[in-house]
């Protein structure tokens, strides 16, 4: 069995490498202008449909309510896995993921995220300011947010979400734009943080109905938060069967 995922796990690795490496020129070319941005972005959600599948993971997507619409919205998910990133992939958004200053690192695939995508240094206050200014011209130029409130993979309970950071409902609030729970019930179990041997092959997102905060102030803000945080813990202590 073991020998099995080592396998499996090479086989994915390889694979994801030789995609980037193919497809790196075409995400180099719609990021060299903002306006072709969302080209990038639904060639990425062509990938994962494809790229999956070859891997032979099992993937759904979910919606409890109506797909979100051609305006922004800030996708929220818990962040158990290093599996989180590509799946977020699967939902047919076009929006730039929120990831730390350590992907630009990657060779190619670094390069890609840093152009198409926002990068944040958590241990710099400084720049914790900077990508919110990101945030709010991402918004503007009518993009949606992938967001890991919970700030990285930090739960030392998983699967218990970990404390949510303010950053996406301040903006949610401050912008008026709707909050989209996402739960990602088992990337921790198909490759759990800190191991790099792919353990199971289900990969499942579940898109709640949105949370309008059209209504909202700032005083509301640990209570979008809290709500927020309690609809995807809910679905993923359901999905797991923890009382």
Request: some cysteine.
């Amino acid at each position: 069995m073991k020998l099995l995922r080592l396998l499996h796990t090479i086989y994915a690795i390889f694979l994801f490498v030789v995609s980037v490496i193919v497809l790196f020129p075409f995400f180099f070319l719609f990021g060299l202008n903002p306006k072709w941005h969302f080209l990038a972005y639904k060639l990425d959600n062509y990938w994962a449909l494809v790229y999956f599948p070859l891997c032979f993971f099992r993937t759904q997507v979910v919606f409890e309510g109506e797909k979100p619409g051609g305006n922004p919205v800030i996708y929220c998910a818990n962040h158990f896995s290093t599996m989180d990133i590509p799946s977020m992939a699967l939902l047919p958004k076009q929006a730039c993921y929120v990831g730390k200053e350590s992907i630009t690192k990657l060779p190619l695939f670094g390069y890609m995220f840093k152009t198409l995508h926002i990068t944040i240094d958590r241990a710099s206050f400084r720049d914790k300011g900077r990508v919110y200014q990101k945030y709010k011209k991402a918004i503007g130029q009518g993009k949606s947010l992938f967001i890991f409130p919970e700030g990285g993979i930090s739960s030392a309970k998983i699967p218990e979400q970990s404390n949510y950071k303010e950053g996406a409902f301040k903006l949610a609030i401050e912008l008026k734009v709707p909050i989209v729970p996402v739960s990602i019930p088992y990337n921790w179990q198909v490759l759990p943080d800190g191991d790099w041997l792919i353990k199971q092959n289900k990969i499942k997102l579940i898109v709640h109905k949105p949370i309008d905060t059209a209504n909202l102030e700032a005083q509301d803000m640990r209570m979008l938060k809290d709500k927020v945080r309690n609809i995807i813990q809910a679905s993923i202590n359901k999905e797991n069967n923890i009382e």
